[in-house]
């Protein structure tokens, strides 16, 4: 029912910015939670941040509050994460996932059923 797509990663230096785009190929009658997640090597995937349907409300984890934003386009059938400040800790490859619309802030892994294949972010001190 859902294929996402990643797309915007690359090399950055640190203090800086980059954009991260998620298409998604979904049904125009679905209604899906976007989040986005990222996994170093050697650690498990971790939650970044979400995105409901409706109002498009946003929820974030403590380690990217107030540098990561995440938005969403319904009509374009896309999901944006605009990294700023970028630290090296935030090096990973970076995932969009999608799930049915519900009534919380999903922040788990196992939340989500639908999976892109991911995109490199690489942050140089």
């Known amino acids: 029912q859902v294929q996402l797509v990643e797309s915007g990663g690359g090399l950055v230096q640190a203090g800086g910015s980059l954009r991260l785009s998620c298409a998604a190929s979904?049904?125009?009658?679905?209604?899906?939670?976007i989040g986005w997640f990222r996994q170093a090597p050697g650690k498990d995937r971790e939650f970044v941040a979400v995105?409901?349907?409706?109002?498009?409300?946003?929820f974030y984890a403590d380690h990217v509050k107030g540098r990561f934003i995440i938005s969403r386009d319904n009509d374009k059938r896309e999901v944006y994460l605009q990294m700023n400040n970028l630290k090296p800790d935030d090096a990973a490859v970076y995932y969009c996932?999608?799930?049915?619309?519900?009534?919380?802030?999903?922040?788990?892994?196992?939340?989500?059923?639908?999976w892109g294949q991911g995109t490199q972010v690489t942050v140089s001190a």
């Open positions: 995105i409901t349907w409706g109002r498009s409300g946003t």
């Open positions: 979904v049904d125009p009658f679905s209604r899906y939670t």
């Open positions: 996932a999608a799930r049915h619309a519900g009534s919380e802030f999903y922040t788990s892994t196992r939340d989500y059923n639908f």
